[in-house]
């Protein structure tokens, strides 16, 4: 797919949305000024923090599940999720 169809699968995509959360979320991804000065981390909630740091210990401890394991898990849902 090239940039131009790309685009155009977003702008049809966020036409869609009926989350005000994510709308916020998306405009003030693409309202960003410098998003080099700012750091991701310091832009989410303690709890996210948490996580990540809880997956890394994971990683850490060999507490991994390969990609196509979850995926064959979850897959049904997702894809009532997405239809």
Request: proline content about 0%; some cysteine; charged content about 30%.
């Amino acid at each position: 797919m090239n940039l131009s169809a790309e685009k155009l699968e977003i702008i049809q995509r966020i036409c869609e949305i009926q989350d005000n959360d994510l709308i916020s979320l998306i405009k003030n991804m693409l309202t960003r000024t410098d998003a080099s000065r700012s750091d991701w981390w310091n832009d989410i909630t303690q709890d996210e923090k948490d996580s990540i740091h809880r997956g890394l210990s994971d990683l850490q401890q060999g507490n991994l599940h390969a990609h196509s394991e979850i995926r064959g898990k979850y897959e049904k849902w997702v894809n009532n999720q997405v239809n």
